[in-house]
């Protein structure tokens, strides 16, 4: 499932370590992201636009490296495969925290995702399960709002280095284009400017196809 980053000549050794030590080192952006095709795509083959941008996104994780580092201590993790941990929404207003199965393969993977949202939908609390592995993207949805900015509740002292990842509401335009916000965070120690631009572009061109 992982092994583990050669720190030795490691250009961004100095930067790991700098970055590491801050008692908030994630940042982030909030982009637009175009979802016309995307949301074409979803209906016409009978999927849930949400599980169906989910699926792009963890495909775009699993495609840059940066995204599947995650920090062990002194050591910097590399996972071969990163899942989902995905807010589910309940009838009562409450939610809580999934763990969606990757799978490059939209019809699996909407299996998973079918089964694993039911069962925390028909179960009580936030934590419906454990973790085990740090092999995850934190996913949240937010389809009431068009936000230009958002930020995450964090425990300074819980050591986390899971890319965040959270979707707004759906715009339409006078001729059709569909868009929405998308903010990623990041760990600086694991991930630049350069990393998140390679994300963003890769997730595009997937939901584009």
Partial sequence: MKTYLDLTDWPRKEHFFF?????????GITVT??????????KAQNVSFFIYYLHKTLLAVNQVVAFRYRIE????????????????SRDDGSFGFSL???DPDLGVF???????TERVRNSPGLFTRTFEEENLIHFSALPWLNFTALSHARSFSFPDSCPKISFGK???DAAGKRTMPM??????GLADG???????????EIMNR
């Fill in 194 to 204: 350069l990393h998140m631009g390679q994300f963003v572009d890769c997730f595009q």
């Fill in 100 to 102: 969606i199965a990757f």
């Fill in 19 to 27: 970055f590491k030590e801050m008692q908030e080192p994630f940042w």
């Fill in 170 to 172: 759906m715009s339409v």
């Fill in 33 to 42: 992201v175009d979802c016309t095709q995307a949301y074409r795509q979803a």
């Fill in 73 to 88: 201590g002194d050591r910097v993790a590399i996972y071969d495969r990163v899942d989902a941990s995905a807010t589910i």
């Fill in 183 to 188: 903010s990623v965070h990041v760990h600086h």
């Fill in 110 to 116: 909407v299996k998973n995702a079918t089964i694993e």
